[in-house]
């Protein structure tokens, strides 16, 4: 085969990864995601790892509550709670909880923004990045504090309307109170 061919069947292959290359922002800036997409890949396995990075760092060891951005639907809950093997969905305003606020995806990858609470009943803000390795999946790279004096939504985002697991999810079934 000739240099022209090689090159040629290089970019191809190329363009093939560049393909199957995740791209997500949830909750979505400016546009419409379907409550679909956020279920699928990478979103539930960066959110798993934050909160299981978080748990295990500064954790108490108890179950604890989770909340998700509005709009969240409820087998994604279920797909990040089963994951974790612990957890429950935040639905009492004032209870110590994981917020995640915003999840990015970019190829190998990725950002959480997450609250995570202290013991003495306030939270800290950060942004958790990791990369996708072949091997153990996406590990946390760095964790970047911000202290810009946010906290958490003050009304938990919780599930209002059941789905049959089997039902196709269209429209949100989470909502502030």
Not at 55 to 65: I, K, L, N, P
Not at 90 to 116: H, M, Q, S, W
């Amino acid at each position: 085969m000739s240099n022209t061919v090689y090159a040629a069947v290089l970019c191809l292959a190329g363009l093939g990864l560049a393909a199957c290359t995740p791209l997500a922002t949830y909750p979505p800036d400016n546009r419409a995601m379907s409550t679909r997409a956020v279920v699928n890949e990478p979103v539930p396995t960066l959110i798993v790892e934050s909160i299981a990075y978080a748990d295990s760092r500064y954790g108490t060891g108890d179950d604890f509550a989770i909340d998700l951005p509005a709009g969240t639907s409820e087998r994604l809950y279920r797909r990040v709670i089963e994951r974790l093997g612990k957890g429950h969905v935040l639905t009492v305003t004032g209870e110590p909880a994981y917020y995640i606020t915003k999840v990015r995806a970019r190829g190998l990858n990725g950002e959480v923004d997450i609250f995570i609470p202290d013991t003495d009943g306030t939270y800290r803000f950060a942004t958790m990045s990791f990369r996708r390795d072949a091997f153990s999946g996406y590990v946390l790279q760095d964790t970047r504090w911000w202290k810009t004096g946010e906290q958490p939504p003050a009304v938990p985002n919780y599930v209002v309307a059941a789905e049959p697991s089997d039902a196709p999810i269209e429209q949100p079934v989470l909502a502030h109170d």
